[in-house]
């Protein structure tokens, strides 16, 4: 016989012998190898660990809330349908989880009036005159003149404590 024969002959007995594919590493009497456990993805993990963090501060769920809209500057409102709304009074915040999507102001308009603001009531009347002037950004203000309405008023000139004083 030759020595490939020989080799060929020696593993074909190992593997009858010990079972070819098993799972122990070595001989007699040696502890089996445990199977590797799968990892759980990082998107798992990383809500595992902001659920405990949330624990942690204490928030609790607030039920019954049907939609929530954050508004952005540039005109446009993340919109959360049925969302998971929970709350940590103590730590003042809020978490609002679910699926989101991000729409223009007026795809929204009829519905979300009541819930606009201040800011987002003056872009919305910036909208609706530029629609009205055929895309054109309407000017009240003339050429050549300044708009004072934002400047804080001039001192005016005497001792305030001296006239307090008087009366």
Known sequence: MSDEAIADARKKMIAKRF????TSTGGKGS??????????????QSDAKLGTTLKKLGAT??????????FKED??????????????????????????ETKPLQELLPNIVSQLGVDNLAQLQQ???????????????????????DDVPDLVEGNFEEVSEEK
């Open 127 to 149: 909208m609706t005159g530029a629609a009205g002037m055929g895309g054109a950004q309407p000017s009240t203000i003339a050429e050549g003149e300044e708009d004072d309405d």
């Open 19 to 22: 079972g070819g594919n098993s």
């Open 61 to 70: 769920n607030i039920p019954g809330i049907e939609e929530v809209n954050f």
């Open 75 to 100: 005109g446009k409102v993340i919109h959360f349908k049925n969302p998971k709304v929970q709350a940590a009074i103590a730590a003042n915040t809020y978490i609002i989880s679910g699926p989101s």
């Open 31 to 44: 502890i089996r190898r445990k199977k590797k456990v799968a990892t759980r993805s990082s998107s798992a």
